[in-house]
Every structure is written in C-alpha cells, then in structure tokens.
C-alpha cells in the first residue's frame, strides 16, 4: 500500500509558516494552490524563447484570489471576526464568497457596475451580499475613498477588509507570494514573469515572495492596458492614481488606483519593467490562449499580451525563460467568449456521420490556432 497522504499540508499551505497564521487547524481550504506550469513554447513559436503558463485560473473559484480569500477566511476564524467586508471586480469577490461560505462567515461585498454578470452568479448563488457602486474601479476617487471607508467600517463592525492589496490588507495578501514560492520550485530558470496588473496587489506580491525566498529573482514584467495607466504615473513618481477615468474593458484591470505601494520597487528591485497594451491586443491574446486550449478570461490572457508586445519590440532576448501568470478562468468572463464564438446557433445536422466528418478539412487538426483565425 502507498503511503497515506492524509494530514499532510497540501497547495499553500506547504508554505504555512510563512503564512500569518497562528494556528494551522483554523486554515481555510478548499484546495487553491499548487496550479500546474504549461508549456506554451510550441504553440508561440518565438525564436529562442520558451514560455510556460502558471495556471491560476485552475485554483478552486478560477482566479489566483482564492490563495488570498483562502488566507482572509483562515484569519476570521482564528480572530474569530463575523466575516469579510470588501469591493471586487468579481473575481475577489467570488473567492471570498466561496471561502466565506466554507467557513461559515458573512461575505459583504462591494462590486464594479461592470463586473461580468458569471462573476455576480457565482458570488450571489452561495449567498453571499452584493451591492453594485457606481464609479468603482473607473472613478479614482470613488475607488479610493471608498477603500479607506471599507477598511474603516470593517475595523468597525468586526469584519476583515477584503482588499486586495498590501496597502489595506498586508496579511491576507501574503496567501498570494505563494505563486513565486511554486514558480521557484517548478521553474527554477525562470528569466522574466509576466502578470497583469490592475491594483497590483499580485505583481507586488510577486516580488515580495521571491524576495521572501532569497534567491534569482526573475525580472517581473508589470502588463497593464493603456486605458488605465496607474503603473506609467507610479514609475514616473506619482501616487499610481488616474486624473480621469479608466477605459479599458478587461475586467479585473479596470483599477483607477494602485492598492500597493510596492509597484515601483517591485519593478526596479527586479530589473522589471512596464509593458502597456492595448484592449484590441489582450482580446487577440485571449483569442490566440483559447484557440489552443488555455481557457483564460481576457485579464487571464493579458500576460501573453504582454509578452508578444515585448518580443516584436526586441525586449526579450533568445535565450530567455518566460513564464506568464494566468489569473482567470475563461468561464468567467461569458461576453469575451461570445466575441469568439460565430453568434448564429448550431445548425441542426439531418445528414449521417459520413458526411459531417467528410465536410471538415483534411489533415490532422488545427495545431496552433493564429489569433485572426481566432477573431474572424
Ligand atoms: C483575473 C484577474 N487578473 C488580474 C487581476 C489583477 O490583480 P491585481 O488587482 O492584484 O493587480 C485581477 C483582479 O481582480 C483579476 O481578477
């Protein structure tokens, strides 16, 4: 008989000293962590450059976020606090709310008026409470202040603030340093790592894990639309605040301002640097990653934006190593997958098997789908 596995710590928390927890009974789990590390490499095709996907979007509620909620609902029950109080774009949300209702804890929730409306099913069907504000995530004063209150009233009334950065919540976010402590193990060469960043919560977690690690850091490459440049002011010196609005549409990225002040040492003290792109160029990179397979929501896709970005400007040089975190499961994010899919019904088949094989292209498959492929 193999040896039994039963008790061992599994997913983050392998990493539990580490983790703020006190007592490791009052974990709170639902088997996040552990992702697998894909290797995309064929599929790119970029001379001399090898590419693996850190698959976040296979954590328990599809997002990296279930590494943070996992370790917020650990810290309710330890303090034994009534629940979490947070605002979301919905993937945080969901997180929570699903970590919520496995500890048995109230789950308030403040969300974007453009949050996809699979997010907002997931969160409300475990019965989680969500109020939709006008301005979040767009408006940088509404997102700001609207923080500071959240914190505050949490404080308050015994809640947890759900947000998810290390300015208002440093404890919880360290659930998401895990993704390097993995990286490290599983891709030990690693040269570059590409993240999205909306509040910057996971790119200044990064960072904080491999440094936590006191090993090669690689060079984090921050990927941000340009519709919402909050890393372009911090890097220039400013508080990482917009002067107007967001306008990208990738949900999960429409954060007028940062949550983490880390950003620009987190660039810097990794020889990183900013790659904006475009909302046109995320699409074509979340069409490219579904037409082989990866099924990522656009947020989940803006990584390999990232990198393709940097390989047509002559940023990545043969040789290097990259890995691209993919934050959010496809299902996530219906509307994005609408724009791929042919908006007529499937037309029913009256004619026999012979036929409908005979009527596909000959050959073996469609091995590495282009993204005007993906988008006609
Ligand atoms: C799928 C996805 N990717 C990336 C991010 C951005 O993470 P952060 O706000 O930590 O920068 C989010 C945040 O909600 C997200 O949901």
């Keep these: 008989m193999p040896p039994s596995t039963a008790g061992r710590a599994t997913g983050i928390w392998r990493w539990g000293d580490l983790l703020p927890l006190r007592d490791r009974r009052h974990a709170v789990s639902l088997g996040e962590g552990d992702t697998p590390l894909l290797d995309i490499t064929e599929t790119l095709a970029l001379p001399g450059v090898t590419v693996h996907v850190k698959c976040e979007h296979l954590n328990p509620t599809g997002s990296f976020k279930d590494r943070i909620a996992a370790v917020a609902l650990s810290l309710v029950r330890?303090?034994?606090?009534?629940?979490?109080?947070?605002?979301?774009?919905?993937?945080?949300?969901?997180?929570?709310s699903a970590y919520g209702a496995r500890a048995g804890r109230h789950v308030v929730l403040l969300a974007l008026v453009t949050t996809p409306p699979e997010k907002l099913v997931q969160i409300r069907s475990t019965g989680a409470t969500v109020h939709l504000v006008e301005g979040l995530g767009h408006d940088p004063r509404t997102t700001r202040l609207l923080a500071e209150e959240v914190r505050a009233a949490g404080a308050r009334h015994g809640y947890l603030p759900f947000l998810t950065g290390g300015r208002y919540a440093p404890e919880m976010m360290t659930g998401a340093r895990t993704i390097a402590y993995e990286l490290a193990e599983q891709a030990a060469a690693t040269t570059h790592v590409y993240a999205p960043v909306g509040g910057g919560g996971l790119y200044a977690s990064l960072w904080r894990g491999y440094r936590d690690l006191a090993g090669?850091?690689?060079?984090?490459?921050?990927?941000?639309?340009?519709?919402?440049?909050?890393?372009?002011?911090?890097?220039?010196?400013?508080p990482g605040v917009l002067t107007r609005p967001s306008t990208t549409v990738v949900s999960g990225l429409q954060v007028a301002t940062l949550f983490d002040d880390d950003v620009p040492q987190a660039v810097a003290g990794s020889a990183g640097h900013l790659t904006e792109v475009t909302d046109d160029q995320v699409m074509a990179a979340h069409a490219r990653l579904i037409r082989n397979g990866v099924f990522v929501e656009p947020a989940g896709a803006t990584a390999l934006a990232g990198l393709l970005a940097d390989a047509e400007a002559g940023r990545l040089p043969a040789?290097?190593?990259?890995?691209?975190?993919?934050?959010?499961?496809?299902?996530?994010?219906?509307?994005?997958?609408?724009?791929?899919?042919?908006?007529?019904?499937?037309?029913?088949?009256?004619?026999?098997?012979?036929?409908?094989?005979?009527?596909?292209?000959?050959?073996?498959?469609?091995?590495?789908?282009?993204?005007?492929?993906?988008?006609?």
């Excluded at 090669?216 to 400013?238: F, Y």
């Design 78 to 96: 330890e303090r034994s606090l009534l629940g979490v109080l947070g605002t979301s774009s919905g993937n945080g949300g969901a997180a929570a």
């Design 216 to 238: 090669a850091v690689p060079r984090l490459v921050a990927v941000q639309p340009s519709g919402c440049p909050t890393v372009r002011d911090a890097l220039a010196g400013g």
């Design 319 to 376: 040789g290097s190593r990259a890995v691209l975190v993919a934050t959010g499961a496809g299902w996530k994010d219906g509307g994005a997958l609408r724009n791929l899919t042919d908006p007529r019904p499937p037309e029913l088949w009256t004619a026999g098997i012979d036929e409908l094989l005979d009527s596909l292209p000959s050959g073996p498959g469609r091995r590495g789908a282009q993204p005007e492929e993906a988008t006609g």
